[in-house]
């Protein structure tokens, strides 16, 4: 493996900031036509998607409840279509994340919208594609060509349901114009900054990854929000490197997860101020005790109730909880990148590992354009 190659994982990494800001800019007046027409006129959100697009939708669910007061759910795309469909009706707006367009399953959830009289839009980075021509509308987000697995195409697509959240609670006048006005300009401005200052930690990141290269397994907890980010940080661990990688929530790290902690293990904790971080200092101390390796990412501003523990802590931009997954997970981004290459890896598509897309199960409705020439 060429070290000294830049492969296309790390430049788009690197291009998150200018194209969420971009996808922020020019989507917008979509985005609130979608907020202005459903608002009124459905008691819940389903979004669905597999893989990343799954995972965005547990980060969206928040500013869903929490600023727009409708209740939201993000449901693993086969799941939708093979199980969970029997409730959706007139009433449920179904958003259909797909990057390609192509996600079998997730065109599958579209049909069985459609057949409940639900309706539905696509959120995707590639258009026209097969779930395109399924849907009611879609909404495109400028993430760019990908040759990688998704970093930029989740951060700008996230994005976009958060924007879709607030002007929502703007509708339904859920939440104070003080309070919108407020985490727009975070979302629209602040974010895109935020996530370049992240960007800086990559030397740092690197020397990180260099000490652990040898464990046998990386595990993030995170809880509300950070859920999502401790999930997306796990699957880029096994898509770059292959290295195997869980995540959870902190209960369920005490309750389950924990017990098979080993010696010299990394574990990776995403904190924020409040219950939750009280609530991830008082765990340390188990991950510690049982001489697991503790690495916690979380604002500047709780960076000082860590100094006393034995930890690397790397500091994000204070910023809001609920956009904690677009923040918190650029460092983690880093390290996943970092991990791949010094383990003589390809961090864009698998080495020493039966094509995904020869297999029986099919997972898309054609190949993923540029694949074979990672």
């Not at 979004?47 to 007061?69: H, I, Q, R, S």
């Not at 367009?101 to 409940?116: E, N, Q």
Request: charged share 25%.
């Amino acid at each position: 493996m060429n070290m000294k190659r830049e492969y296309h994982f790390i430049k788009e990494i690197r291009e998150q900031p200018e194209r969420l800001r971009e996808t922020l800019l020019e989507l917008d007046p979509q985005i609130k036509k979608i907020a202005e027409k459903y608002h009124d006129k459905v008691d819940r959100i389903i979004m669905t998607g597999c893989g990343d697009p799954y995972l965005l939708g547990l980060g969206a669910v928040y500013a869903f409840e929490n600023w727009a007061k409708i209740p939201a759910a993000s449901i693993e795309a086969a799941e939708l279509s093979m199980y969970r469909n029997d409730l959706i009706n007139e009433k449920s707006l179904v958003i259909l994340i797909s990057s390609s367009g192509k996600t079998i399953k997730v065109i599958d959830s579209a049909a069985a919208a459609k057949k409940a009289n639900a309706p539905n839009f696509a959120l995707v980075n590639l258009a026209p594609s097969s779930l395109t021509e399924q849907v009611d509308e879609y909404l495109q987000t400028k993430a760019g060509w990908s040759d990688s697995f998704p970093t930029k195409q989740t951060t700008t697509a996230l994005a976009v349901l958060l924007a879709l959240a607030l002007h929502w609670a703007a509708f339904s006048g859920m939440l104070s114009k003080e309070k919108i006005d407020l985490f727009r300009d975070e979302l629209y401005n602040g974010v895109p900054e935020m996530m370049g200052k992240c960007l800086e930690l990559e030397e740092e990141i690197r020397k990180l990854s260099e000490e652990h290269l040898d464990a046998p397994i990386y595990t993030f907890i995170g809880s509300g929000p950070n859920l999502c980010t401790a999930l997306l940080s796990a699957a880029k661990m096994k898509e770059t490197s292959q290295s195997r990688s869980e995540a959870c929530n902190l209960e369920e790290y005490a309750h389950l997860y924990g017990l098979s902690l080993k010696p010299n293990d990394p574990v990776f904790l995403l904190t924020y101020p409040g219950s939750i971080g009280k609530a991830g200092y008082d765990l340390s101390k188990r991950i510690l005790v049982n001489e697991g390796r503790l690495i916690v990412v979380g604002p500047e501003s709780e960076y000082h109730n860590w100094q006393n523990v034995k930890c690397r802590y790397f500091s994000v931009p204070d910023h809001t909880e609920i956009f904690a997954p677009l923040i918190s997970w650029i460092p983690l981004q880093l390290f996943a990148y970092f991990t791949s290459i010094n383990k003589g890896r390809n961090p864009d598509k698998p080495i020493d590992h039966k094509d995904i897309l020869e297999e029986s199960y099919d997972i898309y409705t054609s190949p993923l354009e540029g694949w074979d020439e990672r």
